[in-house]
């Protein structure tokens, strides 16, 4: 199954940008991870802004599910929020992954199958869905 990787990229340390997503790749080899950010536009969105969304875009349509690592909401708002309705147009299930007791939007809530506060939750949620693909 491949799973696309949403979150905070823009004002994040490499730590932030990376690691969650590196130690996913490192815990669970079954999946194949689409990570966007094998491709680095920072500094460069506005000069290559219909490249980085168009290729974000394919990555989506391309991905059986989508999981959202919602831990920096001031940097994640409005990427990840974009990424996560395309999904949910698409039809392509959504995972929320964001921290114990954050305040969420009823919009985020809404176009997500699940919302979840582990990665080891994430995971589950990810195996259930195999039996759909």
């Known amino acids: 199954m491949k799973v696309y990787l949403c979150g905070p990229i823009d004002n994040c340390t ?25 491709r680095d536009f920072r500094g460069k969105e506005i000069l290559y802004n219909k490249e980085l969304v168009e ?33 949910h147009s698409l039809d392509i299930p959504v995972i929320l992954w964001c921290n114990e007791g954050e305040k969420l939007s009823p919009w985020l809530v809404y176009h997500s199958l699940h919302v979840v ?17």
């Open 14 to 38: 490499y730590e932030e940008m990376h690691g969650w997503r590196e130690d996913l790749k490192f815990t669970d080899s079954n999946h194949k991870w689409v990570d966007p950010t094998r």
């Open 55 to 87: 290729l974000d875009k394919w990555d989506i349509r391309n991905s059986d599910v989508v999981l959202v690592r919602w831990n920096k909401p001031e940097n994640t708002c409005v990427g990840s929020s974009m990424e996560i309705l395309y999904a």
């Open 117 to 133: 506060n582990s990665e080891e939750e994430a995971l589950s949620k990810l195996r259930e869905l195999e039996f759909v693909f």
